[in-house]
């Protein structure tokens, strides 16, 4: 079992930043690869990005690159979501989620999931 909690979601403007955390426990966490997942209003659950157990890979949904970078402390136990440049349609709630196999993109590989945090980017 792990349990993972996120935080660091809240009111940003167009353009700003925000740092998205999700500390995990009750499992060895070097050894699952993580991901970000997110859930706008009325719409399906996506992906956003993953990274492997070692942090070493990284890969992300078309609407997250260039913009969003995910990176892991394994001493911390923690696994994070850095977001600029943001606008309005990132506006969700973002889940993490870990998986002891080899994580991807699919929701379906993952087997924890956070309770989620709200995004909310102001036009």
């Known amino acids: 079992q792990v349990q993972l909690v996120e935080s660091g979601g809240g009111l940003v403007q167009t353009g700003g930043s925000l740092k998205l955390s999700c500390a995990a426990s009750g499992r060895t966490f070097n050894r699952l690869a993580m991901a970000w997942f997110r859930q706008a209003p009325g719409k399906e659950r996506e992906f956003v990005g993953g990274?492997?157990?070692?942090?070493?890979?990284?890969y992300y949904a078309d609407s997250a690159k260039g913009r969003f970078t995910i990176f892991r402390d394994n001493a911390k136990n923690t696994v994070y979501l850095q977001m600029n440049s943001l606008k309005p349609e990132d506006t969700a709630v973002y889940y993490c989620?870990?998986?002891?196999?080899?994580?991807?993109?699919?929701?379906?590989?993952?087997?924890?999931w956070g309770q989620g945090t709200q995004v909310t980017v102001s036009s």
């Open positions: 989620a870990a998986d002891f196999m080899g994580g991807g993109s699919a929701q379906r590989n993952y087997e924890a």
């Open positions: 990274v492997s157990w070692s942090g070493g890979s990284t």
